[in-house]
């Protein structure tokens, strides 16, 4: 299985996995939450299958942050 492309598409992060575009939307309260569109009932079975299994989430800054460049430093304001 090759790993999920992201893209921003009208200001929301898109990606596909399983035969389903997954969206990240946020509701009125500002809370996060996915959105599945699939190509069909198996698709939508193997990924609703593979969203009840434990998640793994792991922190590597490196492997995020590699095609992000760095942020230029916030100027200092004396007072």
């Known amino acids: 299985m090759t790993e999920p492309e992201s893209i921003e598409y009208k200001g929301k992060e898109v990606f596909k996995v399983c035969g389903?575009?997954?969206?990240?939307?946020?509701?009125?309260?500002?809370k996060k939450h996915f959105e599945a569109e699939?190509?069909?009932?198996?698709?939508?079975?193997?990924?609703?299958?593979?969203f009840e299994q434990e998640a793994i989430l792991r922190v590597n800054p490196k492997v995020v942050l590699e095609d992000i460049p760095p942020a230029a430093a916030a100027p200092v304001i004396e007072s």
């Open 20 to 30: 389903c575009k997954i969206t990240v939307e946020t509701d009125s309260e500002g």
């Open 38 to 50: 699939c190509l069909s009932k198996e698709a939508r079975d193997e990924l609703a299958s593979i």
